[in-house]
């Protein structure tokens, strides 16, 4: 499924030139998951030096998504349900393509993805990304905290 990204931004700014080659696409083969991943694998376990054996858990229950521009895999995402909720996990871009917008055509279309009843959203951000989930209503909750080496914030949907 494939998200039109005019309609989806609304009030969020992202250049015209770019918003006409972005695509965020939820994965349903092989062969995009595997793009997905190596954009993990580069962001998290390369640049990041997150250990590979905490960056793959729950693939099977997870809904992800990758997005492409100029038909390039430029970032990665997925949401799954947890006992708690629905957790907002994964958020990757490449290098080359921060700073153009990618990440809220990440989190708006998975935002659009979300079941009817998901009540209660959260994911676990990194310092340096909260104010790009804060722009969707998240809201940091609890005490600062390491996740992987790294320190995070648990962000909740208001």
Known sequence: MAFSL???FGQHSISQNLMENLQVNKIDNDQ?????FAIRRTVFVGEQN??????YENEDVSTHFLATINNLPAGACRWRKTD?????????????????GLGQ????????????DAAYVYLN???????LYSKF???????Q?????IQHFKMVKK
């Not at 995009?32 to 997905?36: F, T």
């Not at 951000?125 to 104010?131: E, H, L, P, W, Y």
């Not at 209503?137 to 005490?143: D, K, N, Q, T």
């Open 105 to 116: 055509a990440l989190v708006t279309a998975v935002l659009a993805d979300l079941p009817p």
């Open 84 to 100: 708690a909720g629905y957790k907002l996990e994964r958020f990757a871009v490449l290098k080359d393509y921060r700073g153009k």
């Open 32 to 36: 995009d998951l595997e793009k997905a």
């Open 125 to 131: 951000a990194q310092i340096d990304a909260m104010g």
């Open 50 to 55: 997150c250990p590979p054996e905490l960056e």
């Open 137 to 143: 209503g998240f809201v940091a909750e609890g005490e």
């Open 145 to 149: 905290f390491e996740e992987a080496g």
């Open 6 to 8: 005019p309609k989806l």
